[in-house]
């Protein structure tokens, strides 16, 4: 177990830079991607809301708190393309938890789009139709749990190896709170 927890781990350090992926270092957004019409879906960069901010993205105040003020527009790519088209955009607040999330939109066509934020340029859309799968981070959860079965079966195998030193050296006893032996057998 424990060396198939070892050979995902590796896995995971291999393709965990390969992919193409907000949260990848040197991930690059593609040049469109597939949504469907009336669908939600999120806009991701690198370093999320607090990245966009460093680049001069302004915030704003909506609602008692503040948010980006993304100005974000979508071209279309399919073979009558549309482009500089406004994307109404519902953005994160400044204080969000999340890492790489800025905002969300509901895709105004069926078909392939390119997004782009004033301030930043492109940006990913991980949810989209056609994202790729994240294998380096089912890598990462096949080795935690193998290497924590791994761990756990190792542990037990000490036990009982320990246990079966002391039988042979008649060691059988163990003594409980009031002194007593007990069998351990």
């Not at 949504?35 to 901010?53: E, I, R």
């Not at 934020?117 to 492109?122: E, L, N």
Request: aromatic fraction near 6%; glycine fraction near 10%.
């Amino acid at each position: 177990m424990a060396l198939i927890g070892l050979a995902a781990l590796g896995l995971w350090r291999v393709t965990s830079g390969s992919q193409n992926l907000p949260f990848d270092d040197g991930a690059v957004p593609p040049s469109s991607v597939q949504v469907t019409k009336n669908v939600t879906y999120s806009l991701a960069v690198p370093g999320g809301v607090q990245a966009m901010m460093a680049h001069g993205v302004p915030a704003r105040s909506t609602a008692g708190q503040q948010v980006l003020a993304l100005q974000c527009t979508w071209s279309s790519t399919d073979a009558n393309g549309t482009s500089g088209l406004t994307l109404d955009v519902t953005a994160e607040s400044t204080s969000t938890k999340a890492e790489n999330t800025v905002g969300h939109f509901v895709a105004p066509i069926t078909g392939r789009i390119h997004v782009d934020c004033a301030g930043w340029g492109a940006v990913f859309v991980p949810d989209s139709d056609d994202r790729p799968y994240d294998w380096s981070g089912l890598a990462l959860l096949v080795a935690v749990v193998a290497l924590t079965v791994g761990a756990a079966l190792g542990l037990s195998e000490l036990r009982l190896a320990m246990g079966q030193v002391r039988h042979r050296r008649g060691e059988d006893y163990d003594y409980d709170a009031t002194n007593e032996p007990i069998d351990q057998l």
